[in-house]
């Protein structure tokens, strides 16, 4: 299992996802958090550059990316 930070429903979040093996992608649940939880430098980096590419919308149990580059690292 993997996790990364993300912009879900405009708040920073952790989501935690699996890859398969066809590279397919499933997100199991997010956390909301606190920017100010982070204060690495490195944390920071890594807030940035996730929450630049990744943005999606949580309704009904659904993640639908509201940017066409929102998928997870790989």
């Known amino acids: 299992m993997y996790w990364c930070f993300a912009t879900i429903n405009n708040r920073l979040a952790e989501i935690f996802f699996k890859k398969g093996k066809t590279d ?3 997100i199991f649940g997010h956390a909301y958090v606190n920017k ?3 204060i690495s430098k490195k ?3 890594w807030i940035a550059e996730d929450t630049r590419k ?3 919308s949580y309704r009904k149990g659904n993640y639908l990316p509201t940017s066409p580059s929102s998928a997870p690292p790989q």
């Open 43 to 45: 944390e920071q980096k």
């Open 24 to 26: 397919s992608i499933k």
């Open 54 to 56: 990744l943005k999606f």
């Open 36 to 38: 100010s939880e982070y």
